[in-house]
Structures are given as C-alpha cells and as structure tokens.
C-alpha cells in the first residue's frame, strides 16, 4: 500500500488514468474519489479539482450512453444514482479542501448539516408536496417489488393498512434521509481519504482529531427548536431532522470514543467493538427483512436505526451545553 501510494503520488498521468478506469469496477468504483481525495490533501485543491473531475466523469458518461426508449425504468435509476454520485464526490471535495485548510471536523460536520438543511428548505419551497411526491414513488416502488415476487400489485387506496401507514411515516423523512445519505457518504470518503494520508503518506494516527468533535451551542438551540416544529408536525421540520440527527450522532460517536479512549487499551477496545458488532448486526438484520420482503421492513428499519441512534444523539446534544469532556476528566 506505502508503494502504491507514493508511485501515484509521483506519477500524475498514471494515477489519472487509473482514478479514471477504476470508476467502472463495481465494489471498487469508490476508490476513485478516494484518490482525488488524496491528491486535494497531499497535492493541492486543483490536483483535487482534477482527480475529482476524472473520478465523477464516468457516472455521467453512463448515463448519457443509456438508452431511454428500450429501459426507461433503467435509465430513471441511473440518472438518480449519476447525479447522487456526483453531488457525493462535489461534496466531498469541498469538504476535503476545507480539511486542508486546517478546518476542524466539528466545523465540517456543522458546514455538513448546513448544506443540507438549505437544500431540503429550498426543495420544500419549490416543491410544496414532494412528500405527496415521495408517497406515490414509494407506492410505485412497492408495486414494482410486488409484481416481480408474482403478486398482484395493488394501487395506494388498496395498499394494505400496515404498508399503507409505512408510506406515509416515510414519505415525511424521505427528502431528509435521501440528503443525509449523500452527505454521510462524502464525510465518510474525507474521512477514509483523511486516514490514507495520515496512515500511509504523514505516518501517523488521525483518531484523537476525531475524538474531540463538539458542535456549537447555536446547533443545540437548531435541533432543539426542530424537536418543537417536528411535534408540531412542520414538514420542512421533520425532513430536516435526519441530517441533524445525523450530525448530533456524530457528535456522540465520537464522545463515546474518547471515553472509551479513558479506558485501559484493551476494555476500550472491547466497548467499541461490542457497539460496532451491535450496529453491524442491526444492519445486517434491516438487509436481510428488505430482501425477504418481510411485513413492515422500512418501518422497523427506522425503528432499529432510531434506537441505535439515540443514545449518540442524546450524548451529543448534552454535550453542547456540558462539555462532557471536560468533565470527564474530573472522575
């Protein structure tokens, strides 16, 4: 891996062309916008700007090649996953920058949210029903799985109760969850791209950077002022509550790390695998109901993800006001 890195760091061409064509190996097609990542940290924001051009170029190109007569239901998801992969790898090339301006990770995550928060109130406000949107998508979708399992579909006033109430849960979060999705990736491809360097090129560990990210109290009053519009059921309020619960959880993961850091090597390492093995197998278990298309699985798929991530929320919002930190170090 040392090798690799440093040919590619020293032979520009070569790295291209290679960010370039491994763009189109399924499973390591993310490799690419990892390398951009690399090269904006290491080499410059406009080496960056070019990897990341390179690396994002193929998604368009599929799309342009796909043919919308014979496969429109085809080309719909290509064109969905081409413009998700390229606001993904935009996204993560600013914020790469920022990280190479010496920008903390609390003040990423906090540009993060910002971002999304903006664009989910600018989609409510040029599309007032996007929810009604998402509901018949969702309906659409289900039919689609319905019929290729050998059931009757069924229109939405005949869904079934069950399914019926699932759709209508998840049409309001679904702009919000499509958001978080796109910005979870990119902060994860920073931080994976953060940790080749440190690891490889700079031969050191990033983990304390991110065991101290703590947001500001004005993101505590946002997301406690969310909390107040989502009961009184504002829309825009519930669709941005994924991306503050994504920031928040972030906030409390890593709290958990650095206390889990306070203890001995070997019990810290065993918390944290524990919590991991935990979150893996929730995940695993919301795979496995989707594919067997078990009764309510986007339902108990929020209700897991729910669970698992209040307790990261609710550290990291305590946090805000109490610098647990700081007072963990007084036990």
């Avoid at 890195?5 to 916008?33: D, E, K, N």
């Avoid at 070997?266 to 979150?279: D, I, K, N, Q």
């Amino acid at each position: 891996m040392w090798s690799l890195t440093h040919y590619l760091l020293r032979h520009r061409w070569q790295a291209l062309i290679l960010t370039f064509l491994i763009t189109y190996i399924p499973v390591l097609g993310m490799a690419s916008i990892l390398v951009a990542a690399l090269f904006t940290l290491c080499a410059g924001v406009l080496e960056g700007a070019l990897f990341t051009l390179v690396a994002t170029l193929p998604y368009l190109l599929i799309f342009l090649v796909s043919n919308t007569q014979e496969a429109e239901v085809f080309t719909m998801m290509t064109f969905a996953a081409a413009i998700l992969t390229v606001t993904s790898n935009t996204l993560t090339y600013v914020f790469t920058v920022l990280l190479r301006r010496h920008w903390s990770w609390s003040a990423i995550l906090q540009i993060a949210a910002l971002v999304g928060v903006l664009v989910i109130s600018v989609i409510h406000l040029a599309y007032p029903d996007v929810g009604e949107w998402w509901g018949r998508q969702l309906t659409l979708f289900y039919n689609q799985a319905t019929d290729l399992s050998g059931a009757k579909p069924v229109s939405g006033e005949l869904l079934e109760g069950n399914q019926l109430d699932t759709i209508n849960t998840v049409k309001s979060f679904a702009t919000g969850m499509v958001v978080s999705f796109v910005l979870f990736t990119a902060v994860v491809q920073v931080m994976l791209a953060r940790w080749w360097q440190v690891a490889i090129v700079n031969r050191g560990r990033m983990g304390k950077e991110l065991f101290y990210i703590r947001l500001s109290r004005l993101a505590g009053v946002l997301f406690f002022a969310s909390i107040i519009f989502c009961y009184l059921e504002n829309r825009v309020a519930l669709d941005i509550l994924p991306v503050l619960c994504l920031l928040f959880g972030a906030a409390g993961l890593s709290l958990i790390h650095y206390l889990c850091g306070l203890m001995d090597a070997s019990r810290g390492r065993f918390w944290l695998t524990m919590l991991y093995l935990a979150l893996m197998y929730s995940l695993a278990m919301i795979a496995m109901l989707t594919v067997l298309n078990v009764m309510l699985p986007v339902m108990l798929a929020v209700l897991i993800l729910t669970i698992s991530l209040f307790a990261f929320v609710t550290l990291g919002f305590f946090d805000v006001w109490f610098d647990l930190r700081r007072r963990s170090r007084k036990v």
